[in-house]
T-cell receptor
Framework: NAGVTQTPKFQVLKTGQSMTLQCAQD?????MSWYRQDPGMGLRLIHY???????DQGEVPNGYNVSRSTTEDFPLRLLSAAPSQTSVYFCASSYSGRSINYGYTFGSGTRLTVV | AQTVTQSQPEMSVQEAETVTLSCTYD???????LFWYKQPPSRQMILVIRQEAYKQQNATENRFSVNFQKAAKSFSLKISDSQLGDAAMYFC???????????FGKGTLLTVNP
């Protein structure tokens, strides 16, 4: 089925390790974003992209890196994992222009634990 | 920066009854969109309903409807004939038409009692 695919679904890291969360969409969406969800905090924007080659910071970007070399893929890199990065991570994508009113499509999330 | 406030961390409703979840937002923009997302225990984010700010008519999707009060910056969600499957976390979200960044409230956990 078409949609947003995130891998892995679960991950445990040790403090200081690095890893990449993968996100791919097959809907030809221009916009892609990464959010983290923490209890009582809702979803907070980490980084976003308005098209291939264009990325920008969101509300909580520190400790994360992104790139977007293709329309389909938007990986999120944790450079040196910290316990404060224990969270559930969501990738989301959307059309641009007036079609933005259809909202974002979300992946199924990655539960990350940093010990 | 836009803010979205959901003042009810938890709500409960009896099966078949009606419940209203509150949401207020703060913005100086005129071009924006509002959404309600449902997150069941499966963790999947599911779009429930959307509203465009320039449309005065309240959006409706089957048992779900909104009360959009633009001047008051209020966007409440009404669930009619509540079902056990409606039990979930509900998030209100705001999106500016000009920058496409979705801002979420902190969520309301809805329990449906049989």
């Amino acid at each position: 089925n078409a949609g947003v695919t995130q891998t892995p679904k679960f991950q445990v890291l040790k403090t200081g390790q690095s890893m990449t969360l993968q996100c791919a969409q097959d809907m030809n969406h221009e916009y892609m974003s990464w959010y983290r969800q923490d209890p009582g905090m809702g979803l907070r924007l980490i980084h976003y992209s308005v098209g291939a080659g264009i990325t920008d910071q969101g509300e909580v970007p520190n400790g994360y890196n992104v790139s977007r070399s293709t329309t389909e893929d938007f990986p999120l890199r944790l450079l040196s994992a910290a316990p404060s990065q224990t969270s559930v991570y969501f990738c989301a994508s959307s059309y641009s222009g007036r079609s933005i009113n259809y909202g974002y499509t979300f992946g199924s999330g990655t539960r990350l634990t940093v010990v | 920066a836009q803010t979205v406030t959901q003042s009810q961390p938890e709500m409960s409703v009896q099966e078949a009854e009606t419940v209203t979840l509150s949401c207020t937002y703060d913005t100086s923009e005129s071009d924006y969109y509002l959404f309600w997302y449902k997150q069941p225990p499966s963790r999947q984010m599911i779009l429930v309903i959307r509203q465009e700010a320039y449309k005065q008519q309240n959006a409706t999707e089957n048992r779900f409807s909104v009360n959009f009060q633009k001047a008051a910056k209020s966007f409440s969600l009404k669930i009619s004939d509540s079902q056990l499957g409606d039990a979930a976390m509900y998030f209100c979200a705001f999106l500016r038409g000009s920058n496409y960044k979705l801002t979420f409230g902190k969520g309301t956990l809805l329990t449906v009692n049989p």
